[in-house]
């Protein structure tokens, strides 16, 4: 059982963030024994380095890639939002290590799990799975991965919705 204390409960949208990092163990491999993470606590990657468990960029990871889309969505089909994805996929570059994802679920009803396992297929040590405890809406959700995820003052961001299909070719590599 873990119990964050009122300190982690400040803004909803960072406890409903870090809520989910823990559900998904992405994150916590080894808790302190208490079961209470304080702001000041550290809890253990998989890689056993001790990362501040508050810190957005330690639990959702960081992306400096190039060029990063950045895909919002809410309660669509597994079909629409991976069509999305294998479109993005499809494109001249997209699979250079200098192009990086991030698919951010809006709190949909329905369990993201497979896409989240479908983009980390589509685009392996590149991509970025956010789901929000509650509805935020687009801009929010964008904002919130830009400044959260993306270290990289240089990089180039394009948004797309989740259930965007790119029908031209492109070039996903920037110059």
């Known amino acids: 059982r873990l119990h964050p204390t009122n300190e982690c409960k400040i803004s909803p949208v960072d406890y409903m963030l870090l809520a989910d990092r823990i559900g998904s163990a992405d994150v916590v491999r080894r808790l302190p024994s208490s079961g209470s993470l304080t702001p000041s606590q550290e809890a253990w990657t998989a890689q056993d380095q001790l ?46 290590s200098h192009v990086g994802v991030i698919v951010v679920d809006d709190a949909s009803a329905s369990d993201v799990g497979a896409l989240f396992k479908a983009s980390r297929c589509l685009f392996p040590g590149r991509v970025t799975n956010i789901h929000t405890g509650i509805h935020l809406g687009f801009l929010q959700n964008t904002n919130h991965a830009i400044k959260r995820v993306c270290t990289n003052p240089e990089s180039v961001i394009v948004t797309l919705d989740l259930d965007d299909f790119i029908f031209q070719q492109l070039e996903a590599e920037p110059s």
């Open 51 to 96: 990362v501040d468990i508050l810190n957005p960029k330690a639990y959702f990871g960081e992306r400096a890639e190039k060029m990063i889309f950045v895909c919002c969505g809410r309660n669509l089909s597994y079909g629409r939002a991976l069509r999305c994805l294998e479109s993005l996929n499809n494109q001249r570059g997209a699979n250079s």
